[in-house]
T-cell receptor, first 117, second 112 residues
Framework: GAVVSQHPSWVICKSGTSVKIECRSL??????MFWYRQFPKQSLMLMAT?????????EQGVEKDKFLINHASLTLSTLTVTSAHPEDSSFYIC?????????????FGPGTRLTVL | GNSVTQMEGPVTLSEEAFLTINCTYT??????LFWYVQYPGEGLQLLLK?????DKGSNKGFEATYRKETTSFHLEKGSVQVSDSAVYFC???????????FGTGTRLTIIP
């Protein structure tokens, strides 16, 4: 149980295009989902917290107009990287908190590797 | 603010060796502490956690004790297996604040 999927697992795009990454909780409902970015050999950096039906809360230094987050349902959150540039290349990971579960239990997706040419 | 300092890797051990991965933290209040594991090609999985001082989290032979006096949460296993090869992340979270703060991760490789 408590499986989180991400799609796509990897994507290559041209500079200036937009890329959408989906995060789904497959067997549970998630009121809160989180988006992280992971640089090579570095830790996970929290980008934003999204709650179903409301606007995402972005961490300091994260451009909300560049990284659009939509949490349209209890099982789906999307991250859209708009006008992507090579510096946006990274590994993006989502996690989901089980609704009604312990407040500190997050289940993680396998990640999406984005390469911007 | 919150921070987690984790033992740098990579760590390479022989099968059946004793494992320790050090983790220390800085936090306000009384955080919960976690160890997550990331196997190749997979997402992070919760390995164990402890929610208050002197608690011991344990799972799959791994243990970690929440030491408030030394602000530490070191991960240990008495006899590692090849299947334990993965990246291990120490993390903390404050009750009522769902954000997690992660360490940099430690890559562990176990050789037969």
């Amino acid at each position: 149980g408590a499986v989180v999927s991400q799609h796509p697992s990897w994507v290559i795009c041209k500079s200036g295009t937009s890329v959408k990454i989906e995060c789904r909780s497959l067997d549970f409902q998630a009121t809160t989902m989180f988006w992280y970015r992971q640089f090579p050999k570095q830790s996970l950096m929290l980008m934003a917290t999204s709650n179903e039906g409301s606007k995402a809360t972005y961490e300091q230094g994260v451009e909300k107009d560049k990284f659009l987050i939509n949490h349209a349902s209890l099982t789906l959150s999307t991250l859209t990287v708009t006008s992507a540039h090579p510096e946006d290349s990274s590994f993006y990971i989502c996690s989901a908190r089980l609704a009604g579960g312990p407040g500190d239990t997050q289940y993680f997706g396998p990640g999406t590797r984005l390469t911007v040419l | 603010g919150n921070s987690v300092t984790q033992m740098e890797g990579p760590v390479t051990l022989s099968e059946e060796a004793f494992l320790t991965i050090n983790c220390t933290y800085t936090a306000t209040g009384y955080p919960s502490l976690f160890w997550y594991v990331q196997y190749p090609g997979e997402g992070l999985q919760l390995l164990l956690k402890a929610t208050k001082a002197d608690d011991k989290g344990s799972n799959k032979g791994f243990e970690a004790t929440y030491r408030k006096e030394t602000t530490s949460f070191h991960l240990e296993k008495g006899s590692v297996q090849v299947s334990d090869s993965a990246v291990y992340f120490c993390a903390l979270g404050n009750f009522g604040n769902e954000k997690l703060t992660f360490g940099t991760g430690t890559r562990l490789t176990i050789i037969p």
